[in-house]
């Protein structure tokens, strides 16, 4: 490979590790299993998820969150949490780590 691919292949990873510290998280919790209306159940861990326009509009998303957790194939995914602060210690780890803020 020649220094110049090297060197544009190191630009382009220095570029995704900056959009991955610039992408902002919003507080979220896993909306739980809803295989019936009873089921519906918050949660109490709030955790930081990737602010996206599915999140923002529908008010739910199946993204992974900071910490890597991710909903379940009967979960009804990530419900906003709008006014909450993050409580997973796993996402506050991972924000302090990119630089992130809730």
Request: with cysteine.
């Amino acid at each position: 490979m020649s220094s110049q691919r090297i060197d544009a292949a190191v630009a382009a990873l220095a570029a995704l590790k900056a959009q991955k510290r610039a992408a902002t998280h919003t507080p979220a919790s896993l909306g739980g299993r809803c295989a019936t209306g009873y089921e519906r159940d918050q949660g109490t861990r709030v955790h930081a998820v990737p602010t996206s326009d599915a999140l923002l509009q529908n008010g739910y998303c199946l993204t992974r969150a900071a910490c890597g957790a991710k909903p379940g194939p009967r979960s009804v995914g990530w419900s906003l949490r709008a006014g909450s602060t993050v409580s997973c210690p796993r996402c506050i780890a991972a924000l302090a780590k990119i630089g992130g803020a809730q």
